[in-house]
């Protein structure tokens, strides 16, 4: 697949910041500390899911110092309709410790000091560094990673891959915003099964080559009439000489051949 050119990928975040200009995490939380936790409570489990479980936890445990009053029993009890809640409810217990034990109950704005903690891994800590704190990291979740590949945006065969890949391709204007516009992308037009590509913004400059619905109406809707603009333009006719012995294979005439009819 063809990679985006760059005026292609600022068109492409042009548009899916004026669908959403300010966009928010859909996870609930309080503080640094509250949104670290819903993160790690994430982890396989729904946004949705786990904002359910978060007021009533929250209510008792909103520092990490109440987190260890609270203990894992209880922690147990509280977050036992999230996926996975025993290996949480431990991680939780032990990221809360070390946050009172070394950061005098704060969460560092550190991405090493972040990934240090239980349970915290890249995606995470980018997550945390980003909502929390404005950095601009781009975390790669499945619906990135997928949105990522799917369009051509930025190309790789690991979350690691795709995150390095946006991190080079996203304009400085949209980095802090990307994370959230590309999550949200995935997860309500660009889905996994069946993407909504006649309502989808960004339909035109998406390189995926089974699209969903006609194509008329895919450009209609997207019908910017911009992107034979926006393309790059193509790149200068190779005629070193890889490109004439390639010709020369393939019985054409080549860039030698027509250098040696000029009269
Ligand atoms: S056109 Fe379809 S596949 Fe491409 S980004 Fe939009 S929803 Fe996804």
Redesign the pocket.
Known sequence: MRAFSKRETREFYRRLAATRPIPQTELEFISPFTLLVAVVLSAQATDTGVNKATPALFALADTPEKMLALGEERLIELIRTIGLFRTKAKNLMGLSRILVEQYCGEVPRDRAALEALPGVGRKTANVVLNVAFGEPTIAVDTHIFR?AN??GLALGKTPLAVELALEACTPAEYKRYAHHWLIL?GRY???ARK???P?????DL???G???GPAEL?AAR?GLGEPAALADPPPARHTGRRAIRSAERSGLSSPRQRVRRRP
């Open positions: 949105v799917r369009t992308h037009v660009c889905k993407p909504e590509c309502d989808c913004v960004v339909a998406c390189h995926y089974a699209k969903t895919i997207a």
